[in-house]
Nanobody, 116 residues
Framework: QVQLVESGGGLVQAGGSLRLSCAAS????????MGWYRQAPGNQRELVAV???????NYADSVKGRFTISRDNAKNTVYLQMNSLKPEDTAVYYC??????????WGQGTQVTVSS
């Protein structure tokens, strides 16, 4: 059974930092592209950042230079370091695991709230 468990969300003031973690089980972690998505109330879920099996990264324009995605294959964990947070970063953040053969798996989400 595949499980993705996010942690690290919370309430932070604008300009602050948070680090999200996503621990994966039930999948061969190193075979998966891992990503972070977010969904704010009334909005569609959007891509925040992805990291490939080989470590290549891609970011939404809105977070470039502020967020960093990384992975630790030994710990089956992907991270999202979020700096210089803005109120518009407020959303539920979801972890995603994707591979060609099994498709997509999602975590339950973790709330990030940035106060102005």
């Amino acid at each position: 059974q595949v499980q993705l468990v996010e942690s690290g969300g919370g309430l932070v003031q604008a300009g602050g930092s948070l680090r999200l973690s996503c621990a994966a089980s039930g999948v061969t972690f190193s075979d998966n592209t891992m990503g972070w998505y977010r969904q704010a109330p009334g909005n569609q879920r959007e891509l925040v950042a992805v990291i490939s099996r080989g470590g290549s990264t891609n970011y939404a324009d809105s977070v470039k230079g502020r967020f960093t995605i990384s992975r630790d294959n030994a710990k089956n964990t992907v991270y999202l370091q979020m700096n210089s947070l803005k109120p518009e970063d407020t959303a539920v953040y979801y972890c995603n695991a994707h591979n060609y053969y099994q498709g997509d798996y999602w975590g339950q989400g973790t709330q990030v709230t940035v106060s102005s």
